[in-house]
């Protein structure tokens, strides 16, 4: 057996007379996690600006992505029936213009969607339903009045651009995908407003 150093002797012998403990203690820690334990309880820390500590998962993002897609589904569509059922060749041409658009933002949309690993929502205007501000294209297509179908065309506008703005409120986005969103409610906005304009032209007529 090994000897005690006879320096440290007198040490010992005052720590038997205290009681105090031979070896020091370990706090507890609730959170120490074992590397090679699953079991042990883990802390994920919050993300910046995410004060419950959740955080925004691909699939989150993909929603919002496909949220998109059905809004310039809408509009491709909108825009085509618009485009047959009005009189004026150049606004019918414009018309044509925005549903060709639309279209290719649906492919640009679902190009990221595809890059996250996620799927596409099965919703939409692909069998020509309209939703969200075109609901009443039709009523205004069946009256042949170019202004309230231009009116109609603003309203879906008017949804658009709240979806887009509601889109570039989520912070995980990457650049990419924010890139992408931002560029297309430039074209969106300037869509509105242009049919707004008509609208108001059409009216003082």
Known sequence: MKRIDPAIKPLFAAMKRTGAPLMPQIPSLPFLIHPFNSSFPTRVPASHGDPLGMTTTTHDIASVLNSLIETCKDGQEGFRSAAENVRNPDMAALFRSYSAQRQQFVTELQTLVRGLGEGMEKTGSVAGALHRGWIDLKAAISAKDEHAILAECERGEDSAVSEYKKAMEE?????????????????????????????????NN
Do not use: F, G
């Open 171 to 203: 912070e995980e986005l990457s650049s990419t995908i924010r890139e992408t969103i931002s560029r297309q409610y430039v074209d969106v906005k300037q869509a509105h407003d242009h049919i707004k304009a008509l609208r108001d032209a059409a009216k």
